[in-house]
């Protein structure tokens, strides 16, 4: 099942149709240059990076993904990582990505 946060990070070549995006995640729509952000799966990593249409296989299907932030390119995908992990260190003064995000 896919998640998303309370507090999602978005880049902001998709905050006009935020909306339609995360519709189509949930739906496993193909979408061209789509990557969201998740908490990781494996308690060594902060976040894992996945392709959005890759999340419509058999195998993501059957996991809970907590998305965390969508964006438009692997690149700005990254740069996303960056700012959650600073906004998180500011707030937190720890980097526990569990306990900065809020879920439904």
């Known amino acids: 099942m ?4 309370k507090d999602l990070y978005i880049d902001d070549d998709l905050l006009a149709c935020k909306k339609e995006v995360m519709d189509n995640v949930i739906k496993g729509i193909y979408q061209k240059g ?3 952000v998740a908490l990781a799966f494996n308690d060594k990593n902060l976040f894992d990076i996945y392709n959005a ?3 419509s296989n058999i195998y993501y299907k059957k996991r809970d993904i907590k998305v965390v932030a969508i964006s438009n390119g692997k690149i700005k995908a990254a740069k996303l990582v960056s700012n959650i992990i600073e906004d998180m260190y500011n707030k937190q003064k720890k980097l526990v990505p569990k306990e900065y995000f809020s879920f439904a």
């Open 2 to 5: 896919i998640e998303f946060s």
């Open 34 to 36: 789509i990557y969201v």
């Open 53 to 55: 249409n890759e999340l």
